[in-house]
């Protein structure tokens, strides 16, 4: 049997009671999109920042759901509260997740889902059909997301960070980290607070990417050059090292090509693309 809650737009979770008879009927629709959703015919692919399935498949991510949420199941806590009608008409909730035994199933919500004073909606019966202004939300046909077992499954990463936070599968570099990355032998000596001055969310990223990635100790700096030729992208090189920038677009350039978002292409060697997501073969 599955509890139907909703994912309000400040982080919080809502509950949103139902009969017994709805909520035989809600778990009954959500179990078959469950078992839709996670088929075993459908490819699982290992994730990538950005990558989208185009075969059918879904992405697959190691995830640890957040306290709001985990916390729902195997019991739901008492001080948990219920939907209120105001909310509903405040279009506040951005999701709803059914949580059943071990598994929770997330639909993403946007003002079409909604009905209210905005969105009439004629209901038919036998008599006389009605236009009514009833507060509500209507389910959808298909699940967004599916978590079970420690994974999080889903084929799109941008609808999915409409209702969790998966930053924290990509830790952001320190200040130290930064400098220390930025200090290898390919690059000339530089300012720190310069550059920690326009290292958003963004750059820290790409710079704990880049030291992952472990490029600046395997490349050489001739390696880095016909690297840039190739890719059409400047280079800014100081007494023969690699100047870091301190122009943030210039900065964001170069980080996007030590972390390797140039890519070419094995039918066309000559044709370079810059790629927002990368899934190594296997």
């Known amino acids: 049997m599955y509890n139907l809650f909703a994912i309000l737009r400040d982080g919080g979770v809502a509950r949103i009671p139902l009969d017994r008879e709805s909520q035989i009927t809600l778990s009954n629709e959500f179990e078959s999109q469950a078992e839709a959703f996670l088929h075993d015919d459908r490819e699982r692919h290992e994730y990538a920042p950005g990558f989208v399935p185009t075969d059918g498949g879904i992405v697959e991510l190691k995830f640890k759901l957040p306290p709001e949420l985990s916390r729902l199941s195997p019991t739901i806590p008492n001080d948990v509260p219920s939907l209120s009608r105001s909310q509903v008409l405040e279009l506040d909730a951005k999701a709803l997740v059914a949580v059943g035994e071990g598994q929770f199933c997330f639909q993403a919500l946007d003002k079409s889902r909604y009905l209210g004073p905005k969105r009439l909606a004629i209901l ?5 059909n009605q236009v009514k202004a009833l507060p509500g939300i209507v389910l959808g046909e298909k699940l967004e997301a599916v978590h079970q077992a420690g994974k999080l499954y889903f084929i799109s990463e941008t609808v999915v960070r409409r209702f969790l936070d998966l930053d924290s ?3 952001a570099a320190t200040n130290d980290e930064i400098v220390e990355v930025l200090s ?6 530089f300012e720190p607070t310069a550059v ?6 963004w750059a820290r990223r790409k710079i704990m990417v880049i030291k992952e990635s472990q490029i600046l100790t395997t490349t050489s700096l001739a ?15 100081s007494k023969g090292k690699i100047l870091i920038p301190i122009i943030k677009k210039e900065l964001k350039q170069l980080l996007k090509f030590l972390s ?10 000559t044709t370079i693309f810059e790629v927002t997501a990368k ?4």
């Open 260 to 269: 390797e978002d140039f890519l070419a292409s094995p039918i066309r060697p």
């Open 279 to 282: 899934r190594p073969r296997k």
């Open 124 to 128: 038919f019966n036998a008599n006389a």
């Open 169 to 171: 599968v990509f830790r």
């Open 223 to 237: 390696q880095f050059q016909r690297a840039a030729t190739a890719c059409n992208v400047r280079l800014p090189m």
């Open 196 to 201: 920690l001055e326009i290292s958003d969310t």
């Open 184 to 189: 290898a032998g390919v690059f000339a000596p």
